[in-house]
Nanobody, 116 residues
Framework: QVQLVESGGGLVQAGGSLRLSCAVS????????MGWYRQAPGEQRELVAA???????NYAHTITGRFTISRDNAKKTIYLQMNSLKPEDTAVYYC??????????WGKGTLVTVSS
């Protein structure tokens, strides 16, 4: 069974850093775009950052300059380095991947809590 396995969430003080990881497990043909989304309580899920197979990145304006998405194709893994965290970054962070031949997959989410 193909699935996305996320790790790295937790509790951090404002100004701190966390690194999220998302690995694709299972037998697949290829992975195209991958990304991180987040959903705060009472809010809609929103794109945080995305990265193509070739490494082109796209960021939400609210996190530009603070978060960095990266990708290791050999490990079938993406990372989200989050620096200068703010209380408004508190959310459940979800990994998404376009995986062939399965299609679009979502992880179960990892909670990031930033205290003031």
């Amino acid at each position: 069974q193909v699935q996305l396995v996320e790790s790295g969430g937790g509790l951090v003080q404002a100004g701190g850093s966390l690194r999220l990881s998302c690995a694709v497990s299972g037998s697949i043909a290829s992975i195209n775009d991958m990304g991180w989304y987040r959903q705060a309580p009472g809010e809609q899920r929103e794109l945080v950052a995305a990265i193509t197979r070739g490494g082109t990145t796209n960021y939400a304006h609210t996190i530009t300059g603070r978060f960095t998405i990266s990708r290791d194709n050999a490990k079938k893994t993406i990372y989200l380095q989050m620096n200068s965290l703010k209380p408004e970054d508190t959310a459940v962070y979800y990994c998404n991947a376009s995986v062939q031949p399965v299609g679009s997959l979502w992880g179960k989410g990892t909670l990031v809590t930033v205290s003031s």
